[in-house]
């Protein structure tokens, strides 16, 4: 028995799971890719026409379909439409089942982030979506409250997160039966995540190679640069293949005005509330030394980050659906009244703790469905 915790990014998608059956009750994160842990928040086309796996590359993919949630302008992928909310339910339903084929047996709960920005409709497509492909009791959570699922201290917590393509700064506050609620969010004025960092740092080498020139990617470079002073570039210059020697110091010179940026925001949801007892950091380029700098340079309180940020949400998504159980001879000292804590999961309110797809009304059955496929539906 395990819960399921899905955290969908805009450039990658990551899960987490909990078990229920004493083995170790801490969420961990799972391998959704043969080489990664996360996969691309992308669908490829099969040739029946059919999006029924998550890839990177390739011409029949779709992308950026989870940040136009609430568009109603279609997606078009060869000369057919789909709806944003129909191919990030479709992307869910195919991680459920690729934790069901591990695990042998589908989850007693599935939690799933959105980001903290997002308002009622939003999360009401989304939920229909879900329904639509089987997932009926799929709770969603906002991002910021996932980050910050078990945190010890303070009533108060300050979010921000920052990963592949985005960022977003958070507010949050503590509730009384222990989880949080979302009190403000936004994101800086022009998107910024980890890939910007890397594009600065491939036009700097650009400059240094007179001619056209091809870069190997950027996010090697910057991951290196997060632990070591200094790194090298290999390029494909005119002349031949380039190795350039590049700096800490150089790079953060280069990404300076963007992590500026991220920062500014953060400090604007920070005026809007409360003080927060600390900061947390999560999404794989809050890995950055500057980044952490930086905050803690504006910011009094302690700013906290664990060791591996990418993996933050999923892993306090999963804690979350774990509260959703709550088997009380395993969960008693974490949440001990059962009833109070349904209460509080129970509600449709996307700053809440949890929205929960709210109660169908009757309906008349007239005739069977046929089974679905996986695969998203076309509009």
């Known amino acids: 028995m395990y819960v399921l915790g899905i955290d969908i990014?805009?450039?990658a998608t990551r899960a987490a799971v909990s078990r229920l059956d004493g083995t170790w009750g801490e969420p961990r994160p799972v391998a959704l890719g043969t080489r990664s842990r996360a996969v691309a928040t992308a669908l490829r086309l099969t040739g029946d026409g059919q999006l029924v796996e998550p890839g990177d590359s390739g011409p029949d993919l779709v992308r950026d379909f989870f940040r136009r949630v609430g568009d109603e302008v279609p997606l078009v992928l060869d000369g057919q439409p789909y709806l944003p909310s129909a191919l990030t339910a479709d992307l869910v339903d195919l991680v459920v089942g690729r934790?069901?084929?591990?695990?042998?047996?589908?989850?007693?709960?599935?939690?799933?982030?959105?980001?903290?920005?997002?308002g009622p409709h939003r999360t009401r497509l989304l939920h229909k979506a879900l329904r639509r492909v089987g997932l009926e009791q799929v709770a969603v959570l906002p991002a910021p409250v996932a980050a910050v699922e078990g945190y010890p201290d303070g009533d108060t917590v300050a979010v921000f997160s920052?990963?592949?393509?985005?960022?977003e700064c958070a507010l949050v506050g503590r509730?009384?039966?222990?989880?949080?609620?979302l009190l403000a969010c936004a994101e800086p004025t022009e998107p910024v995540g980890g890939a910007d960092?890397?594009?600065a740092l491939m036009e700097w080498v650009q400059e240094q190679v007179s001619g056209p020139v091809v870069c190997e990617r950027g996010s090697a470079a910057r991951e290196a640069l997060s632990t070591a002073s200094s790194?090298?570039?290999r390029a494909l210059g005119p002349d031949g293949p380039v190795t350039l020697a590049v700096s800490r110091d150089q790079f953060e010179e280069l990404i300076g005005p963007l992590v500026d940026g991220t920062v500014d925001a953060l400090l604007a949801v920070l005026g809007s509330g409360p003080a927060p007892a600390g900061v947390r950091l999560v999404g794989g380029a809050t890995a950055t030394p500057l980044v952490r700098r930086r905050i803690e340079e504006v910011v009094a309180a302690a700013v906290r980050v664990t060791e591996h940020p990418a993996d933050s949400v999923a892993l306090g998504a999963a804690a979350a659906a774990r509260r959703l159980v709550d088997p009380p001879d395993a969960m008693a000292a974490y949440r001990p009244d059962v009833a109070e804590a349904e209460s509080q999961l129970s509600t449709v309110d996307p700053g809440g703790d949890l929205a929960l797809p709210p109660p169908?009304?009757?309906?008349?059955?007239?005739?069977?469905?046929?089974p679905r496929r996986r695969g998203a539906r076309r509009l």
């Open 9 to 11: 990014g805009t450039g």
């Open 99 to 118: 934790v069901e084929a591990v695990e042998g047996q589908p989850a007693q709960a599935v939690v799933v982030t959105v980001p903290g920005t997002w």
């Open 162 to 167: 920052l990963g592949a393509t985005d960022c």
């Open 175 to 181: 509730t009384g039966a222990g989880g949080f609620d």
């Open 197 to 199: 960092f890397d594009d």
């Open 231 to 233: 790194t090298t570039v």
């Open 360 to 370: 169908r009304p009757p309906v008349v059955i007239t005739a069977l469905e046929p």
